[in-house]
């Protein structure tokens, strides 16, 4: 796996590309060569923004789409992620939920375990302290998303959220 963060790279990808859905499925090419992870959304991350604006790798579209109907009690649930990613940019449920707490629990059952996944990062895409949109990258490996990882994820997030924004207006 390739550890050098090329932001000329992504800065490209966002002057390039035609539409959002087009950025947004390059960005996840981007992202699977500085971290490993097997399913994959781009989105504002709110029911009230449809879905068609998203970009899915390696979730069930139509398990996505059932699970619409819950994404005000899922975002209860990543709450303590979003919390820390507002501070961070990006928050893995190991760093922002303890093993075995409740709120891990119900982190694993309404959200992980649906979607056969076993850990969570989120990545906050955020212009003049407004998350614009957000990734997030899930693994069926509990112990993924490093220290490494996580600090190329930080160290381009910024130029992510310009390119997002560049395409949704």
Known sequence: MTCRVDLAALARVAATSATLREYREQVLDRLRTLVR???ALIHALSPRVPLSTAVVR?????????????????????????QLANQR?????????????????????LVLRPFGQRALCILHLVIQ?????????MSRREAAFSAAEVARLRRIAPTLAIGDALHQG
């Open 58 to 82: 390696g979730i069930e579209p139509a398990a996505l789409a059932r699970s619409l109907a819950r994404w005000d009690e899922l975002g209860d649930v990543l709450s303590p992620l979003r």
């Open 37 to 39: 992870f097997d399913a």
């Open 89 to 109: 940019l990006v928050a893995t449920a190991a760093e922002a939920l303890p093993a075995r707490s409740p709120a891990r629990r119900r982190l694993d059952s």
């Open 129 to 137: 302290q407004r998350v614009v949109g957000a990734i997030v990258l």
